[in-house]
């Protein structure tokens, strides 16, 4: 069949498959050296909960990677087993632990993909080095386990010649943190998201994205419903569930965000203008038509392959202290305001997975009412590639419990592979905070790895 016959519905199995299955293996090293108040908030924020916030750690990490590269075969896979070790401390104390970084095996038919274990989410808008994190997920705790089902990349809707493309899915999780309020939690994430234009020089996206907290056994010993009929109340938003909260509101802890990106790209460049929101109550209403639409996350990233040495640039606002308002009450009846961000009378630890912020590491639920700026640059010069971010916050707490403080965090990472050194990889970042939220705290962090090929067949 011709590859005309597909134009309909253009996909990649409709070219010849000329690609390889390959398996890798990846170790590395990694020390990290802080004022005694802490790591700096870049050196241990968004790179997936592996580095601690203790002043001094270690870690060593092996691991087996089989990534996807038959994009154009009716099927692919890949998967990964990396396991981490590590010592982190004080002056004061030492504590050692063991985790798998990376534990999923993935599988995509046709255009559905299937994912079970412990994987990273994926976002398609910005770029993960250089983004101060999404509102919803980002990359700075741990990966938690799930079983996930859906189209995870924009795929062309059938008949309409890849002008429109769709992506969505369905997500079960486990939050096996074992905090001290409920453990092991359960996580509930849907989404979708449609793309326009196609090849056209202008593409529009759109995607809304549900998540919830819910089940779990509060104080250890209370069942929040973790049956078929709790997940069906958490997956429509409905009242239920043993806690008198969530029987008078939804049950679980629900979050809602929406993303519309606009996006202008050429042959070797793209730019990407993002507006994400966030809503914690009620019905979801349209982006900018809520009483917190003064809340969200503005960015803008460019990125072209034409010059190595700035080949990806992004800046955001990130504007969170509306909240709809404190407390709106009128003749002794509330009617809302107080939206609370991340925080729930159930699930008291809040948005948060090992105690780390499951969105961006700016926000937590005793501070998500933030007004932030934040700069990221990265490039090649020479073979050393680097990246540098910069982030201004405001923080102001939450309407509960007011904060008033300030914090500047930077960051400079450089990596260079030395093939002369039996191809390893050796990295250096340097990174301060600056101002009252934790006072001057300043670190360094230097990286050891080898990535090499096993077998490709």
């Keep these: 069949m011709s590859a005309y016959a597909w134009d309909w519905w253009p996909l990649p199995m409709a070219q010849p498959d000329t690609c390889r299955d390959t398996l890798f293996y990846s170790g590395g090293v990694s020390a990290v050296a802080s004022s005694p108040s802490g790591s700096p908030t870049w050196i241990h924020g968004n790179r997936n909960g592996d580095i601690s916030t203790l002043p001094y750690s270690g870690n060593i990490r092996l691991g087996i990677i089989k990534p996807a590269t038959r994009p154009n075969r009716w099927y692919d896979w890949d998967g990964a087993v990396v396991l981490s070790g590590r010592i982190a401390g004080s002056n004061t104390a030492v504590q050692g632990t063991g985790f798998f970084s990376l534990l999923y095996a993935h599988a995509r038919l046709y255009v559905v993909d299937i994912t079970v274990g412990i994987k990273p989410w994926y976002s398609p808008f910005g770029d993960a080095e250089l983004t101060a994190g999404d509102l919803l997920f980002s990359n700075n705790a741990h990966p938690i386990p799930r079983i996930s089902v859906g189209i995870d990349n924009y795929t062309a809707f059938p008949g309409l010649y890849g002008y429109v493309e769709v992506r969505?899915?369905?997500?079960?999780?486990?939050?096996?943190?074992?905090?001290?309020?409920?453990?092991?939690?359960?996580?509930?994430?849907?989404?979708?998201?449609?793309?326009?234009?196609?090849?056209?020089?202008?593409?529009?996206?759109?995607?809304?994205?549900?998540?919830?907290?819910?089940?779990?056994y509060e104080n250890g010993v209370v069942d929040l419903g973790n049956d078929w009929n709790s997940f069906m109340r958490v997956f429509s938003g409905k009242q239920g569930g043993s806690a008198r909260i969530e029987q008078l509101n939804s049950q679980g802890n629900h979050i809602v965000s929406q993303i519309l990106c606009l996006t202008a790209k050429g042959e070797k460049w793209h730019v990407d203008l993002y507006w994400q929101d966030l809503q914690e109550d009620g019905v979801v209403h349209f982006m900018g038509s809520r009483r917190n639409s003064k809340d969200g996350r503005w960015g803008i990233h460019a990125a072209q392959d034409v010059w190595p040495f700035i080949s990806g640039f992004t800046f955001e606002c990130i504007q969170m202290t509306d909240q709809s308002g404190p407390w709106e009450n009128r003749d002794g009846m509330v009617f809302g305001g107080n939206d609370f961000y991340y925080s729930n009378g159930?699930?008291?630890?809040?948005?948060?997975y090992f105690g780390r912020s499951i969105c961006s590491p700016l926000l937590s639920p005793d501070n998500s009412r933030v007004w932030a700026y934040h700069a990221g640059i990265k490039g090649d010069i020479y073979g050393f590639k680097y990246r540098v971010l910069c982030t201004y916050a405001d923080n102001y707490g939450t309407y509960y419990v007011p904060l008033n403080n300030h914090n500047t965090t930077v960051l400079l990472e450089v990596h260079k592979t030395v093939p002369?050194?039996?191809?390893?990889?050796f990295g250096i970042a340097l990174g301060g905070d600056f101002g009252t939220q934790y006072g001057t705290r300043l670190g360094g962090m230097i990286t050891i790895s080898k990535r090499g090929l096993i077998k490709s067949w």
Excluded: C, M
Excluded at 420 to 425: I, R, T, Y
């Design 420 to 425: 002369q050194a039996w191809g390893l990889d």
């Design 168 to 216: 969505g899915g369905l997500t079960q999780g486990w939050l096996g943190d074992n905090n001290p309020y409920v453990s092991k939690t359960l996580l509930h994430h849907k989404f979708l998201g449609v793309r326009l234009g196609g090849r056209l020089p202008v593409n529009l996206a759109y995607e809304l994205h549900h998540a919830a907290q819910w089940g779990g």
């Design 346 to 352: 159930v699930y008291k630890q809040g948005w948060t």
